[in-house]
């Protein structure tokens, strides 16, 4: 059933993709309007006259204690929007709310019965593929289905009971964060893969936005090559950051040249004064590891050559502050030990999903647990390094080490009703 409904949610957005195409002028902000929803009052379903409603899903009946997830969509142009939610019913909720492309913004909200109510407040960064004129980012055709590229701020409610009584939309001016990289950072649509992209929202209050430009598959020269850098430049301001995280897929670049030591770099600093034109502050983070075990079954070979050393390096000469995610992502592999650590990854037996006849078994592509867990991992790196983005952590924020990660037994996540059982590009 959930298979079936991703194939019918797939022509609509790639209809709304067309849409898109025919736009002339790029948006802004400051010409977006605010919005305010009352969801216990009946809402249409989305449609392109009222530009607003709920998407993907049938509706939930106002009447009732939602028993399932549903997306509300509204269409909006480019920007940065602060998102107010009301929590609440009068049968009491658990809520998680995902934004887009399954950004992690608030989980486990409880409201009891009748007048408990609790309002998250969290901005989300829309984009759509357009840069000027009739210059655009070449995506990929499977991005198509993306909610990241369209035109509407999608809001996914989730959780075993989610109580929504209200959404607010507003423009945002507050620094953005920029997140260049592959599969290992990109928003993943479908369960069951996840990022530490999509979930490192989860830490960051409502004072910036994390706009994810990165990608399955993708290396530093392709990142660059389908215009994904150009779009960020587009709105690029001081204040801003630009994370950069890439080597699962340069590594396996054989072109003349190519290698850690020339093309990579090359590319790396070609990031570095893009970004410092703009007075934006560019971040480095070394590519996570692969559960690769030597023939010890304890220790992590080192599948990754050497692309780390090589970004260390342009790094220290170029005094551009580095997270270094492989040491850490190796730490944690090694903690959860052989077994466990299948627990982080898409390793599932055959039939735990819809039309999934074979077991799944992904030793880079992290599953939402072991994407949480790598999220804390950078926001610890950037509390060490003394960002001035750590002054963004929400509250509830606890420090991380990796060599204490969290028990996967008892992390509770809420699936999203669409999954996708083909491996994301690259390995």
Request: hydrophobic fraction near 35%; include cysteine; aromatic fraction near 10%.
């Amino acid at each position: 059933m959930r298979r079936r409904m991703k194939k019918m949610t797939a022509k609509s957005f790639r209809s709304v993709v067309a849409i898109v195409a025919v736009s002339l002028l790029p948006f802004h902000t400051s010409q977006a309007q605010t919005f305010d929803f009352d969801l216990t009052k009946p809402q249409p379903v989305y449609n392109e006259q009222d530009g607003y409603g709920y998407d993907l899903l049938p509706a939930p009946d106002v009447r009732k204690p939602a028993a399932r997830p549903f997306y509300f969509s509204v269409r909006v142009p480019d920007g940065n929007y602060r998102v107010r939610i009301g929590l609440g019913g009068v049968k009491g909720g658990n809520t998680t709310v995902r934004a887009e492309g399954r950004r992690l913004m608030a989980e486990h909200v409880l409201t009891a019965k009748k007048k408990d109510t609790q309002t998250v407040e969290f901005v989300v960064n829309k984009r759509s593929t357009l840069i000027e004129g009739d210059r655009r980012v070449k995506i990929k055709e499977r991005e198509k289905d993306y909610l990241a590229w369209d035109d509407k701020l999608t809001l996914e409610f989730n959780g075993p009971q989610p109580a929504v009584s209200s959404i607010h939309i507003e423009p945002a001016d507050v620094p953005t964060v920029y997140l260049c990289g592959n599969s290992t950072v990109v928003d993943q649509n479908y369960e069951p893969w996840a990022s530490w992209g999509q979930m490192i929202t989860r830490w960051l209050g409502p004072g910036v936005a994390v706009s994810n430009h990165a990608e399955s598959g993708l290396t530093a020269r392709t990142f660059i090559g389908s215009f994904r850098l150009d779009k960020i430049l587009q709105t690029l301001r001081k204040g801003d950051y630009v994370m950069v995280e890439f080597g699962h897929n340069d590594e396996k670049e054989h072109q003349p040249g190519d290698g850690a030591w020339y093309h990579y770099q090359y590319q790396l600093k070609i990031f570095i004064d893009k970004v410092r034109a703009k007075g934006a502050q560019i971040v480095f983070i070394t590519p996570t590891q692969r559960r690769a075990f030597d023939d010890n079954q304890k220790t992590l070979k080192n599948t990754h050559g050497d692309f780390p050393a090589a970004m260390k390096e342009v790094a220290s000469r170029e005094h551009v502050p580095l997270i270094d995610l492989n040491a850490m992502t190796k730490t944690f592999f090694e903690t959860l030990g052989v077994e466990d650590s299948k627990r982080a990854l898409v390793h599932y037996p055959a039939n735990t999903f819809p039309n999934q006849p074979k077991a799944l078994a992904d030793n880079t592509h992290f599953n939402p647990y072991g994407a949480y867990e790598v999220a804390k991992c950078v926001v610890m790196g950037i509390k060490q390094l003394g960002l001035p983005l750590a002054q963004h952590l929400r509250p509830d924020w606890q420090d991380f080490d990796p060599a204490r990660p969290d028990d996967w037994h008892t992390f509770e996540w809420a699936p999203s009703p669409m999954t996708e059982n083909m491996k994301p590009d690259g390995n």
